[in-house]
């Protein structure tokens, strides 16, 4: 029922744009006093930017609160014009994100903190409809939806021990991945794939996908970009998962 409701707003949009724009030409050209219509861009582009990306899953995914990691994101999009009288796009292009988790717990052992910390690396292809309202030759806002087509390519969890006693922080920095696991019953290096480790439930998936919609700000070639997803596919079992994404780019 979502997928249906998002693809209903996607050909809601995809109507509505040029209705809209065939309407505001038409009511500036009936101006008897110099009103000139709003300028059609409807030239093809290319955009690279740099994001902050914030990925969320709906349930803890880790240990107590880890539930959200904190990260960057490139992106290379290409739009496609498809009219040459309406400023139409289909975009595409590739993605990469790089998202970061770590917290430290100072109670399960007297004389050591235990640092977790958790890094993740996907890749994502977008196809999106997009409609630039062209406000003069310099600026226009361009908003999106579409889909994202998600590769999950990384996501380790490792574990430290951090010590006051030098001789003990040794002994435990020269221990095996297998004596290590051994000595405190997690493992130093967790791959979110292995499902030894992880679980049926827990073991995440290779590939995801989902949805976002989003606006742009082009100020001749400077972008600013924001955008919300959520995925159809959960990463695992009984986690559906969202992000934002606010960033900086630049067209040519």
Known sequence: MKAIKILMMAGALAVAAPAF??????????????????VKDCTPYDRISLSY???KSSKEMFYDDADATNGLAIDYIHGFSISKT???????????SFGF???????????????YRFSQI?????????????????????????????????????????????DLQDEIDDMSDKEFESAFGVP?????????????DGQWKR???????????????????????TDFMAICKKHNTSNFKVGVGFNF
Not at 29 to 36: C, Q
Not at 207 to 229: D, E, P, R, T
Request: net charge negative.
């Open 86 to 96: 309406l400023p139409m796009f289909i975009e595409t292009g590739l993605g990469a």
């Open 188 to 200: 130093r290096d967790m791959s979110m794939f292995d499902k030894d480790y992880v679980g049926k």
């Open 101 to 115: 988790w770590g917290d430290t717990n100072d109670e399960s052992y007297s004389d050591a903190d235990v640092k």
């Open 122 to 166: 996907s890749l994502a292809v977008p196809v999106n409809f997009a409609y630039k309202f062209n406000i003069n030759n310099d600026f226009s806002i361009q908003p999106y939806i579409g889909l994202n087509f998600k590769f999950n390519v990384y996501a380790n969890l490792k574990t430290k021990f951090d010590c006051d006693d030098n």
């Open 53 to 55: 990306d914030y990925w």
């Open 21 to 38: 724009a065939q309407f505001s030409n038409a009511s500036t050209g009936a101006r008897s006093n110099g009103g000139s219509s709003m």
């Open 207 to 229: 590939f995801q996908l989902g949805w976002h919609i989003g606006v742009g700000v082009n100020f001749k070639a400077l972008y600013v970009g924001l955008s919300y997803g």
